[in-house]
Each structure stands twice: as C-alpha cells, then as structure tokens.
C-alpha cells in the first residue's frame, strides 16, 4: 500500500494518550499563567483549550477588552506598587512591546507564543475535555476531542486544574460547587441579597465599527430589540468604534447551559444599540459600519468550586492575610446588576460595589477542592462568594492564581500529596518555587537558601540618594484639606530624622507657617493613620521654589516606613517630580480612568541622607517596591554603563543566574516597554580576577530574566547595565545565582 493513503482497513491514529503531571483544563488568563508556571517548574504539562484561541474574554475572538490590555487586579487607584509578577508580566510587557510596535488585538498570538516556547508543555488548542473518570476521590482520566481533526485524547494526569471558568472539570468529578449568590446572613456581606438565589454576573457581547469614509445605511434584523436614549442609563456610547463591557445581560438565566441563549439575546440587544446609535440621530455614525461582532458571549460568572475556605467580602475589605497566602487583589468589589442593560440603573460601580477595595490575600485553601483530592482551580472559579468574586475575577488576579495553584501542582507531585497537605505544611516552600518563576506576593517574605548571592558581599558602581530637591517638573499640589492630606512616605535607612527639606511655592504676598509631622505607618497606603512621632512647622516666605525645612530631630528605625504629612496651608503648593520609586510614595493619587498608577513624588531631601537604594538590596528577595527596601538604582546623575559585583562567600558551582529588573509594577495600563526597564546588559562570572562573559541581551523589555550556561566554577558574578529604556538609572530588584537552573 502507498504511504499516506488511509482507509477503514488502514486507519489514522486518531486516538492520542497523554501522561503528564499536571492537566490543566482552559486557557484563560489563569489556564495560560498555570500552564507556563507548571512548565517552567519542569512538571509535564498539558494544556487543554477549547477554543480555537487563548485568553477568555480578552482573547482575539471575544476582546472583552478592545485592545486587550486593561488586566488589573492587585492595581488600583489607591494601591501602590501592586502589578502581579510573573507569567503575567512576561505577557504584559510582551503584549505592550508588540502594540508600540505596531500590532493591535493580538494578545492571544502573544500568549500562544509564550506558551508554545515552553518544551514542557503540550497545548491543545480547539479541544473540549468532555469526560472525567474517577478512581476513588481522583481524577484518573480527562477525555477530550479536538475539534476539526477527529482526533480523541485520553489525558492521565497526576494532578488537574481546573481553569475552565464553568468548573466543568470539577462539576462532572462530583466536585462540591456552588452557583448563584449567597443570602446577605450567610457571610455578613453587605452587597449580598437578603435571599440566596441562582443569579450571577451576566455576559457581554462586543463589536467593532469602522469608518468606511462614505455614508453607509443600516437596517436592523427584524428581531433586534427597540432602544432608545433613555435607556442608556449611565452607558456611555460616544465611542461607537469599540463596543460596550455594559452591553450585558443573562445574569438572571444559567450562563453555563443557557450561553447560546444569552448569546442570541446579547445580539438582539447589539443590533438594537446599533440600531439606535445610526439610525437615531446625533451619533456622528453616518459613516460607520460595524465590521465584526464576537461570536462567543464574554462570560463573568459562572460555577465556583468550593475549597476548604471561601474568601468574603468581610475578608476582603479587612485587607487580610492568611498563613497560607499565596495570591493577592485589590479588583474593585464590581457588582453589576442582575438585568444589565435592562437593569435601568448604572452598569456598574456606585450602589452596585465597592471602589478599589485595598489589596488582600488570597489563601490556598480557596484553590482546591475540598473533596476531590487531585484537583485544584484557579481563575474566575475558586471558593469565594459571589461578592468576592466580582473582585477576585480581575484578569490580573486569576494570572496569579493560576501561577499559585501550578506551584502547588509541583509540590503535590514532588512529595506525592495533596494540596490540602501543601497548605498545611509547605507554604514556605510553595512561596520559594514559585518566587523562581517571579510569582510574588505583597508583603509575604520569601527565603531561598539555595541562591549563591543570599550571603554574597556586593559592590556597585553608583547608587541613588532620596534627594529629589532638584528633580522638579513643574507640577504642584496644594497642601489643601482633603481627606487625604499632602504627604510622603518613605523607608529610613539612618537612626535619626533631622531634617527633610520640602521645595515649595507660596503664593501669597506674606510668610506662611506650614506645620508638618512625622508619622511611623501603620498601613501601607495610608496617611491618616500611625504613630505621630514628631511635629514641627517652618515659616515659608513668599516665592518659588521655597526650600521648607522640617526640623524633627527624631529617632528612626532602619528598615521601617515612615512619611511626612503636611498640614493644610492656604496659598502653598508643594513641588513634585515625576520619578517612580518603588516604594517611595505620596500620598494623593493622580485619578485617571482608565487608572493609570503615578509616577510622582514631592521634592524632597532628608538629613541625614536616605539611601533606600543601595546595592546591598540586589541581595534580599523583596522584589517589589513595599514595606521593605527592595531595589538598587544607581545615581541618575552618572553614566551608563553601571554595574553591580557580587561575590560569594565561596568558590562555588553555577550554571544559572536570575535576574529582576523593575517595570514600573505603580502602572496599570501598560501600553509600551517601561522606561525603567534594562535594555542592554552584561553578565559576567568571576574567577581569580578574571570577568567571563556568561550571557550578553541587547534588547530587554521583561521583568525577569533567566540565564542558563555550561556548570562553572565561580567567585561571584558582575551585571554590567549598559542602557535602560529610558530611564536614566539601572534598577534591578535582584541578582540570584544557582547551582542548578531546575527548581528543586
Ligand atoms: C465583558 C467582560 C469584561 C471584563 N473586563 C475586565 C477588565 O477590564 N479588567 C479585568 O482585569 N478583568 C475583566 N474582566 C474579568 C476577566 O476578564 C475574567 O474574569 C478572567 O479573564 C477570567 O479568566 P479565567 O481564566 O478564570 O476564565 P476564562 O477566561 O473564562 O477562561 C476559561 C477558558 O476555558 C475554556 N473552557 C471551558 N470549558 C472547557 C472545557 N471543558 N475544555 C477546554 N476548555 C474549556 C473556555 O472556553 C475559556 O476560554 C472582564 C470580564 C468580562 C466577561
């Protein structure tokens, strides 16, 4: 018989089997992070997606964000320094790279080429995993049947995750669920309806209109609804290019078997906007067309699995924290009503929810099942409320908990347990693996023995004073009597305070007596509140750029957080600078929608001289701007090329090196390369004297950088920056050498 040829005598192998460690089903944002978290811990990965494309709501095929790049999560209008890390950057500044390049909405290409790189994993694209078999409380096989090929997978995994947004996973391994919204009683939650019922968050639908540069008629299909202007209670539609997240509805109807129903109500509610917006008059639509409606509805809310804890508003707004904390928010308690569009009332936000929350923990107990043993979620389908939920479902967040729930994955088939057990009594180690991958938590301290720098000696060639005197652009805040007074923070480095010299402008035609005090916080993003430590005031003459001195001559705590608050003084404006300095903060937030975090900091200068940037940070594992110093930057004012030498206590074995640089984690909406990102650097090993080239990159843009090389022999190793992307300094969080590359 020729090769190639096929018949029913001769078949095609059409079935494939799969043994891998981890399964992990959907490919959404948590089902991507998961996936390449698994990969990179060196477990067997499986990724099954059902879609021809990945993301969920963000992907090409849904654009539930038009030009896919609003991911918060932990990133909010009152929240500092809080962009996720990891997998989730990695995509982020991927994506932000190739959009100032030029590529518009292609954030699944960008996710599928991260998750193809990785040699550990397997992505199935296209392909419904449709059955589960169980062998006592596992998961023994997950069958899938790709779509388009006749092809029929049987998946053995060790262990699942179920990152299907619907639970499909969980709900058909007899998983415990939960659907709908719980009673106001059952957690104390203040957004939650007096009775339980069956309703969630509904669909969207989204669509693109363009400019086809000549009149275009519209007639709506005879079944698209009636919509007039009233009806757009709070809905903005101005812009009519890029469709709508408050074109929504199902919420009262079963998203999980009802989506096609929700989809032909959806299209109903779309052609009717439309409808409306060229046909009613006074939109500028004359000549627009739309070019292209999502075939798939933007699902928000489905079944959440039930763990051995479900998280609640009451957890949340208490900013908690939890023994077992692997992942962290700070979504906005987002509410949307039942009916949608047809609610008559706001889409979102006000009565509906609660703004910018603050960031909590989220604990590893909300990320397996409580009764299935080899089973874990992560994503919009964890062991929260309903009211929890409309904060946890933020894309950066179900990032980072597909990030955590793949590190428990490694640990679970490292020691052959369960994640029940991993969270009673690995979480230190949990936090170390996945601190290998980037994957960090707010405010939760990390220890690896294993990294060669963690008792290394460090030289650099320069670093940054916190003197900012000189670094005006111009912009001012008034010391006004907001709720929020003037103030800034920032964390001592000397034992005593005895001076910080403010630069400001008073208006007036007198002197004006501005009183400030000196506070040890208390919470991160809060300057209400703490310890008053010292009071004075300094008589300001009338002018610009008037250097203000506050003499405190108070003792300090090296290490700790601190910040200045200036009491409201009519007609006085203090100078700012825009520098981002993770963990230097001022108090009031530049507002914007969409949040955009703030790069600005009041002038100022302390005596004795703050030195929160010194190279010694390369060595600590705090690898974000937070309560703790974190970050080398080197004098703005010197010339590249600078560098960092590190050596270690002895001669030892290496043959890889991990590196952090900062991406700005204050900026939200990430739209190009962050300019305090290194671009091009060195990276040298030392022996007896000598520099040996071990990895050379000229063109940077991410976060976190490993290198991997041939085992050597080393005394210690030397970053040389040689240029950033823009910023005038070298900032990098971390320096770390090991042994070996692979987690262990
Ligand atoms: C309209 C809309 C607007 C939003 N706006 C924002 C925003 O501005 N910012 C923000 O941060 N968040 C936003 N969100 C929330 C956020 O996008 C989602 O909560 C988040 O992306 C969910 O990610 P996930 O991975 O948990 O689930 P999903 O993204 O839903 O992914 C699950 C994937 O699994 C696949 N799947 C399901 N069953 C199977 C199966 N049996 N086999 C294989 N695959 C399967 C699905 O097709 C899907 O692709 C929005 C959500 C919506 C719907």
């Not at 490919?27 to 879609?51: D, E, F, I, P, W």
């Not at 933020?394 to 369960?418: D, H, I, P, R, W």
């Not at 640089?661 to 204050?666: I, N």
């Given at each position: 018989?020729?090769?190639?040829?096929?018949?029913?005598?001769?078949p095609?192998?059409?079935?494939?089997?799969?043994?891998?460690?981890?399964a992990?089903?959907?490919?959404?944002?948590?089902g991507?992070?998961a996936?390449?978290?698994?990969?990179?811990?060196?477990?067997k990965?499986?990724?099954?997606?059902?879609?021809?494309?990945?993301?969920?709501?963000i992907?090409?095929?849904?654009?539930?964000?038009?030009?896919?790049?609003?991911i918060?999560?932990?990133s909010n209008?009152?929240?500092?320094?809080?962009r996720?890390?990891?997998?989730?950057?990695?995509?982020?500044?991927?994506?932000?790279?190739?959009?100032?390049?030029g590529?518009?909405?292609?954030?699944?290409?960008?996710?599928?080429?991260?998750?193809?790189?990785?040699?550990?994993?397997?992505?199935?694209l296209?392909?419904?995993v449709?059955?589960?078999?169980?062998?006592g409380?596992?998961i023994?096989e997950?069958?899938?049947?790709?779509?388009?090929?006749d092809?029929?997978?049987?998946?053995?995994p060790?262990m699942v995750?179920?990152?299907?947004?619907d639970s499909f996973?969980?709900?058909?391994?007899?998983?415990?669920?939960?659907?709908g919204?719980?009673?106001?009683?059952?957690?104390?939650e203040?957004?939650a309806?007096?009775?339980?019922?069956?309703?969630?968050?509904g669909?969207?639908?989204?669509f693109?209109?363009?400019?086809v540069?000549?009149?275009?008629k519209?007639?709506?299909?005879d079944?698209?609804?009636?919509?007039?202007?009233?009806?757009?209670v709070?809905?903005?539609?101005?812009?009519i290019?890029?469709g709508?997240w408050?074109?929504?509805?199902?919420?009262?109807?079963?998203?999980?078997c009802?989506?096609?129903?929700?989809?032909?109500?959806?299209?109903?509610?779309l052609?009717?906007?439309?409808d409306h917006?060229?046909?009613?008059?006074?939109?500028?639509a004359?000549?627009?067309?739309?070019?292209?409606?999502?075939?798939?509805?933007?699902?928000?809310?489905?079944?959440?699995?039930?763990?051995?804890?479900?998280?609640?508003?009451?957890e949340?707004?208490?900013?908690?924290?939890?023994?077992d904390g692997v992942a962290?928010?700070?979504?906005?308690?987002?509410l949307?009503p039942?009916?949608?569009?047809?609610?008559?009332?706001?889409?979102?936000?006000?009565r509906?929810?609660?703004?910018?929350p603050?960031?909590?923990?989220?604990?590893?107990r909300c990320l397996?099942?409580?009764?299935?043993e080899?089973?874990?979620?992560?994503?919009?389908?964890?062991?929260?409320?309903?009211?929890?939920?409309?904060?946890t479902?933020?894309m950066g967040?179900?990032?980072?908990?597909g990030q955590?729930?793949?590190?428990?994955?490694?640990?679970?088939?490292?020691?052959?347990?369960n994640?029940?057990q991993?969270?009673?009594?690995?979480?230190?180690e949990?936090?170390?693996i996945?601190h290998?991958?980037?994957?960090?938590?707010?405010?939760v301290?990390v220890?690896d023995?294993?990294?060669l720098c963690?008792?290394a000696?460090?030289?650099?060639?320069?670093s940054?004073k916190?003197?900012?005197?000189?670094?005006?652009t111009g912009?001012?805040e008034?010391?006004s009597?907001?709720?929020?007074?003037s103030?800034?923070?920032?964390?001592?480095?000397?034992?005593?305070?005895?001076e910080a010299?403010?630069?400001?402008?008073?208006r007036?035609?007198?002197?004006?007596t501005?009183?400030?005090?000196?506070?040890?916080q208390?919470?991160?993003?809060?300057f209400t509140?703490?310890?008053?430590l010292?009071?004075t005031s300094?008589?300001?003459p009338?002018?610009?750029?008037?250097?203000a001195?506050f003499?405190?001559?108070?003792?300090?705590?090296?290490?700790?957080r601190?910040y200045?608050r200036?009491?409201?003084?009519?007609?006085?404006?203090?100078?700012?600078?825009e520098?981002?300095?993770?963990g230097?903060w001022k108090?009031?937030m530049k507002?914007?929608w969409?949040?955009?975090?703030?790069?600005h900091?009041h002038?100022?200068?302390f005596?004795?001289?703050?030195?929160p940037f010194?190279?010694?940070?390369?060595?600590?594992?705090n690898?974000?701007?937070?309560?703790?110093l974190?970050?080398?930057i080197?004098d703005?004012?010197a010339?590249?090329p600078?560098s960092?030498?590190?050596?270690?206590?002895?001669?030892s074995l290496?043959s890889?090196?991990?590196?952090?640089?900062?991406?700005g984690?204050?900026?939200?909406?990430?739209?190009?390369?962050?300019q305090?990102?290194?671009?091009?650097?060195?990276?040298?090993?030392?022996?007896?004297?000598e520099?040996?080239?071990?990895?050379?990159e000229k063109?940077?843009f991410?976060r976190f950088r490993?290198?991997v090389?041939?085992?050597?022999?080393?005394?210690?190793?030397?970053?040389?920056?040689?240029a950033s992307?823009?910023?005038?300094?070298?900032?990098?969080?971390?320096?770390?050498?090991?042994?070996?590359?692979?987690?262990e």
């Amino acid at each position: 018989m020729e090769q190639g040829y096929y018949s029913h005598e001769n078949p095609q192998n059409l079935v494939r089997t799969h043994r891998v460690d981890v399964a992990i089903v959907g490919g959404g944002m948590a089902g991507a992070s998961a996936a390449v978290t698994a990969a990179r811990l060196g477990l067997k990965t499986l990724l099954a997606q059902n879609r021809p494309c990945l993301g969920g709501p963000i992907s090409t095929e849904c654009e539930s964000n038009s030009d896919g790049h609003l991911i918060v999560g932990g990133s909010n209008w009152t929240t500092r320094d809080a962009r996720e890390t990891g997998p989730i950057e990695e995509f982020r500044m991927t994506s932000a790279d190739r959009y100032e390049n030029g590529w518009r909405n292609h954030f699944s290409q960008v996710l599928r080429d991260i998750v193809e790189k990785e040699s550990n994993l397997t992505l199935l694209l296209n392909t419904e995993v449709y059955d589960v078999k169980m062998e006592g409380k596992r998961i023994r096989e997950l069958t899938a049947r790709t779509i388009g090929s006749d092809l029929t997978h049987h998946i053995f995994p060790k262990m699942v995750i179920d990152c299907s947004g619907d639970s499909f996973v969980g709900f058909a391994a007899g998983a415990k669920y939960r659907q709908g919204r719980e009673a106001k009683a059952e957690f104390n939650e203040s957004l939650a309806p007096e009775e339980s019922d069956s309703c969630v968050l509904g669909s969207s639908l989204y669509f693109r209109a363009v400019d086809v540069g000549h009149p275009v008629k519209f007639t709506p299909p005879d079944w698209a609804d009636r919509i007039d202007e009233s009806m757009f209670v709070n809905r903005n539609h101005q812009d009519i290019t890029n469709g709508y997240w408050w074109l929504e509805c199902g919420g009262d109807m079963d998203t999980v078997c009802d989506n096609e129903e929700i989809y032909k109500k959806l299209l109903k509610i779309l052609y009717g906007i439309w409808d409306h917006i060229k046909n009613g008059g006074g939109h500028g639509a004359d000549n627009f067309a739309i070019e292209w409606i999502s075939s798939i509805p933007a699902k928000r809310e489905s079944r959440r699995l039930i763990g051995d804890h479900i998280l609640t508003e009451g957890e949340i707004l208490a900013h908690s924290t939890f023994p077992d904390g692997v992942a962290y928010s700070g979504g906005n308690v987002d509410l949307h009503p039942i009916k949608g569009f047809y609610s008559g009332n706001e889409p979102s936000g006000g009565r509906h929810g609660i703004i910018s929350p603050g960031l909590y923990q989220i604990p590893l107990r909300c990320l397996y099942s409580q009764n299935i043993e080899n089973l874990l979620m992560a994503g919009r389908n964890i062991s929260v409320s309903h009211v929890a939920l409309s904060s946890t479902r933020m894309m950066g967040t179900c990032s980072v908990l597909g990030q955590a729930a793949a590190g428990t994955t490694f640990l679970c088939v490292k020691y052959s347990e369960n994640p029940r057990q991993v969270a009673q009594k690995r979480i230190g180690e949990l936090l170390r693996i996945l601190h290998r991958v980037d994957h960090t938590v707010p405010g939760v301290a990390v220890t690896d023995p294993d990294n060669l720098c963690a008792q290394a000696s460090v030289k650099v060639s320069s670093s940054m004073k916190l003197n900012l005197l000189h670094r005006g652009t111009g912009m001012r805040e008034k010391l006004s009597a907001d709720e929020i007074p003037s103030a800034q923070s920032f964390i001592a480095t000397t034992e005593s305070l005895d001076e910080a010299i403010f630069l400001m402008h008073n208006r007036s035609a007198s002197a004006v007596t501005v009183h400030a005090e000196l506070v040890r916080q208390q919470e991160m993003y809060e300057f209400t509140t703490g310890e008053v430590l010292a009071t004075t005031s300094c008589t300001l003459p009338p002018g610009n750029a008037v250097q203000a001195h506050f003499r405190f001559q108070a003792k300090l705590q090296p290490g700790t957080r601190y910040y200045i608050r200036m009491a409201h003084a009519p007609d006085v404006e203090s100078c700012l600078c825009e520098h981002y300095l993770p963990g230097v903060w001022k108090s009031k937030m530049k507002r914007s929608w969409p949040p955009q975090g703030d790069r600005h900091n009041h002038c100022v200068r302390f005596i004795p001289e703050q030195h929160p940037f010194a190279g010694e940070n390369l060595l600590n594992n705090n690898n974000r701007g937070g309560d703790a110093l974190s970050i080398w930057i080197s004098d703005p004012d010197a010339p590249f090329p600078q560098s960092a030498e590190i050596l270690f206590p002895e001669r030892s074995l290496c043959s890889c090196v991990e590196l952090v640089f900062d991406t700005g984690l204050d900026h939200i909406n990430i739209y190009s390369r962050q300019q305090e990102c290194v671009k091009e650097y060195v990276l040298e090993g030392i022996i007896a004297g000598e520099y040996q080239v071990l990895a050379e990159e000229k063109d940077n843009f991410l976060r976190f950088r490993k290198h991997v090389f041939p085992p050597i022999i080393l005394d210690g190793i030397r970053l040389i920056v040689k240029a950033s992307n823009g910023d005038p300094s070298a900032r990098v969080y971390q320096i770390r050498a090991y042994k070996n590359s692979t987690v262990e």
